[in-house]
């Protein structure tokens, strides 16, 4: 589908209701930027003009398309998911994600879920014996991120390395599959 002000194709696509009317926009980044900023700032949707009248207005809310901007180069530390991959994919890359994209994901999970505990059953998992089930994600979110350092120590020829954050990784994941005998 074309932008209906111009010939590139249209990535946003905005539906208004406007009284009993549903009114819908096809916009390419350029032109949706532009009618989303004058709609900002006149207080409500401006009229779109006809193809190749264009959309000329001052741009009044220029930091918000900056913060979108800066946001969407945010990246994990461990799995290196940039926020921008998340809102196209709809996937996050690591459990460290929740706690690195905390701020922006809490509205998301709360207007999906309506709320942001969790209040249920959780899964019962082997541990050792006398031992809780982990709260956190520490321990898995450090395992991400032994296997990045590893990955990297392989690439620098650093074997010594890389063969000691194997061992670590090895011995965690053991501690996780360890079952309680009886």
Same mark, same amino acid.
């Given at each position: 589908?074309? &932008?209906?002000?111009?010939?590139? @194709?249209?990535?946003?696509?905005?539906?208004?209701?406007?009284?009993?009317?549903?009114?819908?926009?096809?916009? &390419?980044?350029?032109?949706?930027?532009?009618?989303?900023?004058?709609?900002?700032?006149?207080?409500?949707?401006?009229?779109?003009?006809?193809?190749?009248?264009?959309?000329?207005?001052?741009?009044?809310?220029?930091?918000?398309?900056?913060?979108?901007?800066?946001?969407?180069?945010?990246?994990?530390?461990? &799995?290196?998911?940039?926020?921008?991959?998340?809102?196209?994919?709809?996937?996050?890359?690591?459990?460290?994600?929740?706690?690195?994209?905390?701020?922006?994901?809490?509205?998301?999970?709360?207007?999906?879920?309506?709320?942001?505990?969790?209040?249920?059953?959780?899964?019962?998992? @082997?541990?050792?014996?006398?031992? @809780?089930?982990?709260?956190?994600?520490?321990?898995?979110?450090?395992?991400?991120?032994?296997?990045?350092?590893?990955?990297?120590?392989?690439?620098?020829?650093?074997?010594?390395?890389?063969?000691?954050?194997?061992?670590?990784?090895?011995?965690?994941?053991?501690?996780?599959?360890?079952? @309680?005998?009886?």
């Amino acid at each position: 589908m074309k &932008c209906q002000q111009c010939d590139k @194709p249209a990535v946003f696509h905005i539906t208004e209701l406007e009284a009993a009317e549903v009114r819908e926009l096809h916009l &390419c980044e350029d032109h949706a930027r532009v009618y989303l900023n004058q709609s900002e700032a006149a207080g409500g949707p401006p009229e779109p003009k006809p193809k190749g009248g264009g959309l000329t207005a001052p741009l009044g809310v220029g930091q918000t398309a900056d913060e979108l901007a800066a946001l969407d180069q945010k990246a994990c530390d461990m &799995c290196g998911i940039t926020f921008f991959e998340f809102r196209n994919q709809g996937r996050l890359g690591c459990p460290h994600d929740y706690v690195h994209f905390e701020k922006e994901l809490e509205p998301l999970i709360a207007n999906i879920h309506g709320a942001t505990q969790h209040t249920g059953r959780r899964p019962s998992r @082997p541990t050792a014996p006398g031992e @809780p089930l982990p709260e956190g994600t520490e321990s898995l979110t450090a395992v991400i991120g032994m296997r990045t350092g590893m990955q990297e120590a392989i690439e620098c020829e650093d074997y010594e390395r890389a063969k000691e954050l194997r061992d670590r990784i090895r011995d965690t994941e053991q501690h996780w599959l360890e079952r @309680p005998t009886e």
